[in-house]
């Protein structure tokens, strides 16, 4: 998952922005996040102002834009989050912890806890991949039954599909990383190309770049665009 950076509160004539109704808030959030879905990374022209702290939950965060990001139908619905109760200090999210290294993508585009996590930021990953679902998959016995309509898991498959074929011409220098990354950044999922394009830090370097709202200080720019934890000081949970 994607890591991101939330700007402050946009202003204006000096005070913060209204977010009344809080749909004020998606060309904001798209500017500063790009087009895509927080959680499944998918690009859509079709986003919804996601409230991380449902107004069920706490309807005085309603229309704080610290309390936004964007999210898809699938994520943002009953496949995912909907009004489930969200503490924060037991999940990961993308724009606070370094949730790219909470998950790992697999071949197909599978996703899967990160194997290498142990103790509290192992259980505090699982908790958003169950919040959202996002290894809601056919023949996942984890859910028995699925809704055939969340299709998130085809479309990670498909560009899974398409980073891996575009990885040898890439290597035999018949496509260039901008031309790849410009073709990246019109299908979303950016940790699947990250993924697959994981030994070619030029590459690593411009999709980091070119989708907006990336946490850049979630990669080492001095070691190969690594993935680095983004709390170093928490000792429970640095990531
Ligand atoms: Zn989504």
């Not at 004539?13 to 087009?35: C, F, I, V, W």
């Not at 069920?56 to 990001?69: E, G, M, P, S």
């Not at 479309?155 to 290597?171: G, S, T, V």
């Not at 035999?172 to 990383?177: G, I």
Request: proline share 6%.
């Amino acid at each position: 998952m994607r890591p991101v950076i939330k700007l402050d509160w946009p202003q204006e004539n000096g005070s913060q922005k209204s977010y009344r109704p809080h749909t004020k808030a998606n060309n904001d959030l798209e500017e500063n996040l790009g087009p895509y879905c927080s959680y499944c990374e998918v690009f859509s022209s079709d986003l919804e102002v996601e409230h991380v702290i449902s107004q069920d939950q706490d309807a005085t965060l309603a229309h704080d834009w610290n309390n936004f990001l964007l999210a898809c139908g699938r994520c943002n619905g009953k496949c995912g989050k909907s009004n489930k109760h969200v503490d924060f200090t037991t999940i990961h999210f993308p724009h606070l912890n370094n949730t790219f290294l909470s998950f790992s993508y697999k071949e197909g585009g599978l996703i899967t806890v990160n194997p290498a996590l142990t103790g509290i930021s192992r259980t505090h990953a699982e908790n958003m991949l169950n919040l959202i679902g996002l290894d809601k998959y056919p023949g996942n016995a984890k859910y028995p039954t699925l809704n055939q309509n969340d299709s998130r898991w085809k479309h990670r498959r498909i560009a899974w599909e398409w980073a891996k074929r575009y990885l040898p011409e890439y290597e035999a220098d018949n496509l260039t990383a901008k031309q790849i990354v410009d073709f990246a950044t019109q299908r979303g999922f950016f940790s699947v190309w990250y993924t697959v394009f994981a030994n070619h830090p030029p590459v690593k370097q411009l999709l980091i770049r070119s989708f907006a709202g990336t946490a850049t200080n979630c990669f080492d720019s001095t070691n190969s665009y690594q993935p680095v934890p983004r709390n170093p000081e928490s000792l429970a949970d640095p990531i």
